[in-house]
């Protein structure tokens, strides 16, 4: 008896003893814990903020003023010229006077190349256009702003840049030199880019903006939600509600539930040997794209469209049943407008994947260098995430803060299909 | 007209037929004494009109415009002198797509070819002619359509179970479009890869050491013998992969763990949504992310310690792919704890189990099946993510256990085959669905086993 009880009480005494580092574990757990979700916050931050400091300067463009002298002699056209006789005009001729009057100092040959290249290659087309849109102006001398090369303006973002060695730096010593002498004369200054929203793609950072990019996502997206919403509602109805309990039906299950797994690229193979090899649908368009995304969406919409629908009570059937409605008339007056939000929010969630999916698109030619913006469906096309990957890939510095300011776009169009889908749920999703 | 135009006029047609067969309907009702005389109610005979306008219509459209450019390559192969004929299929194909484009552009003056001339005077005289032919079908079965649904429109006519029976086929016919998929997946990759392995042995793709692709152009060109062993890019599918899973498996599950057992229910609600967001980035922009500026950052931290890091190493790919599978596992194992019954967990803490023990000797063994399918599901995942390697990790195929070291994987080599102007035929360019074959079996294979397991995991409690 007695052994028995100290032998009690040595196993209290050993769970008291070992207490202290049993507790001492629990906190190593939790705090394990706690690092792991902070690890992941952390990262998100430190993802969105490195993002969004690279995108900064691609909102800010350099411009130079000049003092633009329209000489009819210098554009080779006669004084009162016609549109076309304007169009041809050398206006190369005109800004580089333009350049050299303002530095008369500059006289060998590499030195006035040097100085012509502080200006963009596309300011001869914007003083056309400015000449073309007001042909008075033939004949004055008008003070104009230009957009400066994609290097300068680097190197007016980055006062860093300035103590690096010539030999290191894009911009030489003389260059430096005629560009402080710009700014003393208030001729250098730093605008917001709307060029960057409003312009297609270009070889030259300075010009190249996402307009096209956007204009074909949005066609490629409009692709998939006219396909992809009525399809996968049909066959989430069909699977939910008509479907008979067969072989064939759990084959199209576990169908849809492996198609959800498949790894992107491979529906663009499809895309590739399918619509484009063998049916002959134009490549490059968003007509292609748009099909091979709602394939790859289809199976989202599906599952998150049944899941709402099985939401939906069975009372609701019987009662539309027993009013004598038929089975078509009860899932689609009753059942189906019951669960469209649900039904809505996976579209949304669907056309968000859509959204920022690149890899199939590569497979299909969404990859080309175009610089139009689409008009059509069936046009050559980029989207905004295809975009970001080619600029990604451009060794041009000022590309880095055009591709991020690009994923800031892209991010931004992504937060909002996905509040629009917390919203519609918050709003009408009901607890039955 | 184009098929644009045509498919609006053929929506046009069809709201005016719905109108007409439900005016018709009225009227025969009126005759008859009023609506309820009538089998269905108004609206089904204007939708019974509507889709006897629409549907044969839509689906002469459709496939016109599926078969034309097939029907209409053929005749124009056989309008071409036999000279033209005899060139070998790729260039044939180059020489009819240059034709194409010059009949888009309309601009043939410039062109000196007399055989190319009448080519593209034939082929644009064929377009006209095809498109006159669909738009004059489209629109004579539409409106015959009209006219013989509103013939049928009679007291007596069961109209809604017409329109029902359609419904139902239709909706059938759409959920097919799953299994349609997974064939045309399966049948288009494997068409291609059989043809790749006419030209290359299966043994050989398989088991061979050496990746190569580049072919050479002419024969006396050195350095590019085209070999096809794809075992370099499976290890180094395979090191990304692990290093993604050594990252998104234990930071994942305790993640679970913590907010699942240990976290307030309000930090519950602003963490989990907070970390969906890194689910929700597009791949595009992790793969920046890892290339400007992790890559850069493990180079220097490996330089600081006197370790040579390429600059695409597997390291870097590898961690942004953990990062970002995070949520998946978390989000996936979330689920499988929540289904662990609270009997379980509570008769745990009543034997005097701290909170930690009881996840760790209760909980992570019960819900370890659910687990394991769902890390499976990552791996899956891993093995298919495309722009995050594309973007972040090497070109040359390299078999290496160095983690520091640049690999390539299956997915970067599908998209740099197939990337850029090649013909479709060369072996170059059937070695991607080669690849795509084997990618798509490994992830099939994995996720067929995920699904079984967390089904059969799930029944086990409910």
Request: hydrophobic content about 50%; overall charge neutral; glycine content about 6%.
């Amino acid at each position: 008896m007695s052994n028995k009880m100290s032998h009690n009480i040595n196993n209290t005494e050993q769970v008291r003893r070992s207490l202290k580092k049993r507790h001492r574990q629990e906190k190593r757990f939790i705090l394990l814990g706690k690092l792991s979700v902070m690890t992941g916050f952390l990262f998100l931050v430190f993802l969105l903020a490195d993002i969004s400091i690279k995108a900064w300067p691609a909102f800010q463009q350099s411009w130079i003023q000049l003092d633009v002298s329209f000489d009819p002699q210098k554009l080779g056209v006669e004084a009162p010229a016609d549109e076309d006789a304007l169009k041809k005009g050398n206006y190369r001729g005109v800004l580089k006077q333009s350049l050299y009057t303002m530095f008369p100092d500059v006289s060998t040959r590499r030195d006035k190349k040097a100085l012509f290249k502080l200006i963009s290659s596309g300011a001869e087309y914007q003083i056309r256009d400015t000449l073309l849109a007001v042909p008075e102006k033939l004949g004055t001398t008008q003070q104009m702003w230009v957009l400066a090369d994609d290097d300068v303006d680097s190197f007016l973002k980055e006062p860093k840049m300035r103590e690096l060695p010539q030999d290191d730096r894009r911009i030489k010593d003389n260059q430096v030199a005629w560009l402080d002498q710009l700014r003393e004369q208030g001729r250098i200054e730093s605008k917001w880019n709307w060029a960057f929203l409003t312009s297609g793609d270009s070889r030259e950072p300075e010009q190249a903006g996402i307009a096209g990019a956007l204009r074909g996502t949005m066609l490629t997206i409009l692709v998939v939600l006219a396909m992809s919403f009525p399809l996968g509602l049909a066959a989430a109805v069909y699977l939910e509600e008509f479907a008979p309990q067969n072989r064939w039906t759990d084959l199209i299950e576990i169908n849809v539930n492996n198609l959800a797994a498949v790894p992107s690229i491979v529906f663009g193979l499809l895309g590739l040997a399918v619509f484009i090899s063998f049916f002959g649908v134009p490549r490059s368009a968003p007509l292609v794209g748009g099909m091979v995304l709602t394939l790859m969406t289809l199976p989202t919409i599906i599952i998150a469209s049944r899941a709402s629908l099985k939401s939906v009570p069975p009372s609701i059937r019987d009662a539309a049943l027993a009013l004598g409605a038929s089975k078509v008339q009860t899932v689609f007056q009753h059942v189906v407008p019951l669960a469209m939000p649900g039904i809505l929010t996976g579209t949304i969630i669907g056309m968000a994947q859509a959204l920022g999916e690149t890899a199939p698109l590569l497979m299909i030619g969404m990859v080309a260098f175009i610089v139009d913006i689409p008009q059509g469906i069936t046009d050559s096309a980029t989207v905004l995430p295809v975009q970001i990957y080619l600029w990604a890939d451009s060794p041009e510095r000022a590309f880095m803060a055009k591709t991020s300011a690009a994923i800031i776009v892209l991010l931004l169009f992504l937060v909002t299909m996905n509040l629009l889908a917390v919203v519609l749920r918050k709003r009408f999703e009901r607890k039955w | 007209m184009n098929s644009t135009t045509l498919l609006v006029t053929l929506i046009g047609l069809a709201i005016m037929a719905y109108l007409y067969g439900r005016r018709r309907s009225l009227a025969v009702a009126a005759a008859s004494g009023g609506v309820r005389h009538l089998h269905s109610l108004p609206r089904y005979y204007g939708y019974m009109t509507a889709l006897w306008c629409g549907l044969p219509a839509l689906i002469v459209l459709l496939l016109w415009s599926m078969l034309e450019p097939m029907v209409l390559n053929q005749q124009l192969v056989a309008s071409l002198p036999a000279e033209v004929q005899e060139l070998p299929e790729s260039q044939l194909g180059l020489y009819l797509n240059d034709l194409k484009l010059i009949a888009a552009s309309q601009d043939t003056a410039q062109q000196a070819d007399q055989v190319k001339i009448d080519a593209i005077a034939y082929l644009q005289h064929m377009q006209e002619l095809s498109a006159w032919f669909k738009t004059a079908l489209v629109l004579v079965l539409a409106l015959a359509g009209i006219t013989w649904g509103a013939s049928r429109i009679s007291q007596h006519f069961q109209a809604r179970n017409a329109v029902e029976r359609v419904t139902r086929i239709v909706l059938m016919l759409s959920s097919g479009i799953a299994v349609a998929t997974t064939v045309g997946i399966v049948l288009s990759v494997l068409f291609e890869a059989l043809r790749f392995f006419e030209a290359v042995p299966v043994w050989d793709f398989l088991f061979g050491l050496e990746w190569s692709p580049q072919t050479a152009m002419r024969s006396d060109q050195v350095g590019s013998s085209g070999a096809f062993g794809a075992v370099p890019l499976f290890l180094g599918t395979m090191m990304i992969a692990f290093i993604a899973m050594v990252i998104a498996v234990p930071l994942g599950l305790m993640t679970a763990i913590y907010l699942t057992q240990f976290a307030t229910p309000k930090f519950r609600s602003f963490a989990k949504p907070v970390l969906e967001i890194l689910a929700g980035i597009p791949t595009v922009v992790y793969g920046f992310f890892a290339a400007l500026t992790v890559a850069p950052l493990i180079r220097t931290m490996g330089e600081s310690l006197g370790l040579a890091v390429a600059s695409e190493s597997a390291l870097a790919a590898g961690i942004v792919i953990g990062v970002m599978i995070i949520p998946f596992i978390s989000s996936l194992s979330d689920d499988v704890i929540n289904a662990v019954p609270e009997a379980m967990r509570e008769g745990s803490y009543a034997l005097g189990a701290t909170r930690a023990e009881t996840v760790r000797k209760v909980i992570i063994p019960a819900a370890l099946p659910g687990i394991v399918g769902g890390v499976l599901l990552a791996v899956s995942r891993a093995i298919g993510e495309t722009m995050i390697v594309v973007m972040a990790a090497g070109l040359a195929a390299k078999m290496t256990a160095n983690p520091l070291d640049a690999v390539t994987t299956v997915t970067v080599q599908i998209v740099t085959l197939l990337t850029g102007d090649q013909e479709f035929d060369s072996p170059k360019t059937l070695a991607a669905f080669a690849l795509g074959l084997m990618l798509f079996v490994t992830t099939l294979i994995l996720n067929v086993i995920a699904l079984y397991v967390v089904r059969k995991y799930r029944e086990q409690y409910e």
